[in-house]
């Protein structure tokens, strides 16, 4: 389906052809995807979305999309919907239903029952401050809780109350009976069971007891028949825990777990929490706002799939942390738009040449190639006429010879059109330039000028009778601050305030007018720039800066 899909070697596919030579895995693989619904998902998602489908897809098996909906109160029907879109626009499609961990409850609970009728839990009456007083910590072991030794029957009773609502959130939990002095504090009697009266997403008012993560990872994945059961390193210390469960329980499988190097980026925070806070503080306009590192805010922004899967092709998959470089998402953005974004022409800040010697009525349609190396995106047609808009910054009435645009007597050629010369300019009562005129060389559609005078630059144009107004939004990096949340830092004070800047009174070719939302296109001499999803309906069409043509942040560090 895909065709950048994790392709190269890597621990977790030498464990896989070892697992099919050794016989282990005799049947397909399955792996899963096991997102929580109380966020959208973030560029370190995409890595896991990628393995986790790319391993199936190599080895002819099937990658499940399961929502790890254990905890309703912070959960929400449009995260949902969100993280299958994600999916989706990435490339990939899961195998059969979408699963939830709540269509397993019912078998969950008589997990439970069982584990409690062959006296490995039992209901603790500890508050959450005597639990951590209890536990230990990590050079000093735990004590039990002198809930501990109460009987199958009574804990069978008490876990039944809590069941039927007979008990208040937070008097009671149900907690494996493991081992309150082993080495790994997730050994440590851990809970299973919360009381939480709240209505389910899925189930309603079904239940007013959840199941936490730990107690549902593993059977889920046994019921679903999970062969690899991929996490990130955070999960490594829960591993024995995992088998704990499936060796206690009679659950129909023995899926094993594997973990790898999450994601971590510069310049980026990718904790729900922290981005949850600059969605709620207003930091930003949403969870697809195209400065945050959400799927979603970088497809608004114009970054491709294809581009994000290379990405992660690019990243690899390792066993020990890292920090990988943004310059290496942002090189793999602009070599996809290099390759594939169509040219258009955009002016930011207009400056209007009247072209002097050009006729007032006449209007010529040019020709520009849509890309200078793809003959399939044929020819663009850009209106000519008496008046164009420039880039302020493309005139200077002087300047020295390094100035390769538009000076006082000195001549440039518009993008594929002709050569003019600066003759004059035209001030306000405050000295501020209003007008260039200038004079055009009519020999020069294609052809350098008769007298043997090339012009010192190209410069990019629009129509002033033509061309259509638009509104252009540069996007940068969100944080100023490599590392903006290091060492318990408070990182919004490393938001970048130069992050978003707004231009209402840009001029764009006019066949940009209508471009399909979610089309990038390269603003030749300026960036990558995409059409945006939502607001392609409003007054102006608006357009977002995806990344610029190089790396300035690169150059602004030497």
């Known amino acids: 389906m895909t065709d950048t899909a994790v392709t ?21 693989l399955v792996t899963r995807f096991p997102p929580e619904p109380n966020g959208f998902l973030h560029i370190g998602h995409a890595k896991s979305i990628c393995l986790n489908f790319g391993l199936a897809e190599q080895f002819g098996g099937r990658c499940h999309l399961r929502f790890d909906d254990t905890n309703p109160a912070k959960e929400e029907q449009a995260y949902i919907d969100a993280i299958q879109e994600d999916i989706r626009w990435l490339g990939y499609e899961w195998s059969g239903p979408i699963r939830y961990a709540s269509d397993y409850f019912d078998t969950l609970f008589e997990y439970a029952l069982h584990l409690i009728s062959t006296g490995n839990a039992y209901v603790c009456d500890l508050s959450a401050d005597e639990a951590r007083e209890y536990r230990g910590t990590l050079t000093e072991p735990g004590r039990n809780s002198p809930y501990r030794e109460r009987s199958p029957e009574e804990n069978l009773a008490l876990f039944t109350a809590m069941r039927d609502g007979e008990c208040d959130e937070g008097s009671r939990v ?6 309150m002095a082993a080495p790994n504090i997730n050994l440590r009697d ?3 069971y919360r009381i939480r009266k709240v209505s389910h997403h899925q189930t309603g008012d079904k239940w007013c007891i959840y199941p936490n993560y730990d107690f ?16 990130t390193l955070e999960f490594e210390d829960h591993r024995p825990l995992y088998e704990w469960f499936l060796v206690n329980l009679p659950v129909p499988a023995q899926p094993k777990q594997y973990e790898f190097a999450r994601l971590n ?12 806070m600059l969605v709620d503080e207003n930091v930003v306009d949403g969870w697809d706002d195209p400065r945050m590192p959400t799927i979603a805010g970088m497809r608004r922004r114009g970054y491709t799939a294809a581009a994000l899967r290379n990405f992660c092709d690019m990243v690899g998959v390792a066993r020990s942390e890292g920090v990988v470089d943004m310059a290496m998402l942002e090189h793999a953005i602009r070599d996809d738009l290099d390759k594939n974004a169509p040219r258009a022409m955009c002016v930011m800040d207009p400056l209007k040449l009247v072209i ?17 190396n793809r003959d399939d995106l044929g ?3 850009l209106p000519f006429s008496r008046e164009v808009y420039i880039e302020r910054d493309d005139f200077r009435e002087e300047a020295n010879k390094k100035f390769k645009r538009l000076v006082l007597g000195k001549k440039v050629r518009l993008r594929s059109a002709y050569v003019l010369q600066a003759e004059s300019v035209v001030k306000d009562a405050e000295g501020n330039i209003t007008e260039v005129h200038c004079s055009y060389d009519d020999g020069t559609l294609g052809e350098d000028p008769a007298d043997g005078v090339k012009p010192k630059g190209v410069i990019h ?23 903006p949340d290091r060492g318990g830092e408070e990182f919004l004070d490393h938001v970048n305030p130069s992050s978003l800047t707004v231009l209402n009174n840009c001029w764009i070719e006019p066949g940009l007018a209508d471009a399909v939302p979610e089309t990038c296109f390269q603003f030749e001499r300026t960036g990558y720039f995409v059409a945006d999803r939502h607001e392609h309906r409003s007054e102006k069409p608006v357009f977002n800066r995806a990344i610029a043509l190089r790396d300035t942040w690169g150059k602004a560090g030497e």
């Open 216 to 231: 549902t990872h593993g059977q889920s994945d046994a019921l679903e028949g999970i062969t690899h059961s991929i996490c």
């Open 461 to 483: 144009w629009v129509s002033a009778s033509h061309g259509k107004q638009a509104v252009v939004r540069l996007y940068d990096r969100l944080f100023t601050h490599e590392a």
């Open 8 to 28: 190269g070697n890597n621990f977790l596919r030498t464990i896989i052809k070892e697992d099919i030579a050794s016989g282990r895995l005799s049947g397909e």
């Open 356 to 372: 002097s010697n050009y006729p007032e009525d006449k209007i010529e349609s040019l020709l520009a190639p849509g890309h200078p």
């Open 190 to 192: 851990p809970i299973i």
């Open 379 to 381: 020819e663009r047609t």
């Open 265 to 276: 980026i510069n310049y980026t925070v990718t904790s729900k929490r922290k981005l949850k």
């Open 174 to 179: 149900l907690r494996a009976k493991i081992d």
